[in-house]
């Protein structure tokens, strides 16, 4: 479940807004969008036969209200990371 407050989720639209993320979906056109709920996570990997993950690139994710394409935002470019996000948990202990 979301934490998300509503001035997390104006706060988010404000930095996108600020940024000139204002055209229509590239997909059908429409111009009505949503903020999903929540983060959406990439691992970042050195090697495709590595099972690793080496970084984490978080970021928000945007929808189309029409046909539901998916946009994703990183966080870092719109200044909502201060630090380097930390390996997951599993990672240290990764077997040789
Ligand atoms: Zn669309």
């Known amino acids: 479940?979301?934490?998300w407050t509503q001035?997390?989720?104006?706060?988010?639209?404000?930095?996108?807004?600020?940024?000139?993320?204002?055209?229509?979906c590239p997909r059908c056109g429409?111009?009505?969008?949503?903020?999903?709920?929540?983060?959406?996570?990439f691992g970042l990997v050195d090697r495709l036969d590595d099972e690793g993950v080496r970084h984490l690139a978080p970021s928000v994710c945007v929808a189309c209200s029409r046909c539901g394409y998916l946009?994703?935002?990183a966080m870092g470019a719109l200044g909502l990371?201060?630090?380097?996000?930390?390996?997951?948990?599993?990672?240290?202990?990764k077997p040789e």
Do not use: C
């Open 1 to 3: 479940m979301s934490t």
């Open 71 to 73: 946009t994703f935002h």
């Open 81 to 93: 990371l201060n630090k380097d996000q930390p390996l997951p948990p599993n990672d240290a202990e």
């Open 7 to 24: 001035q997390d989720r104006n706060d988010i639209v404000k930095r996108l807004h600020d940024r000139g993320v204002n055209r229509p």
């Open 30 to 41: 429409s111009e009505q969008f949503s903020l999903l709920d929540g983060y959406a996570v």
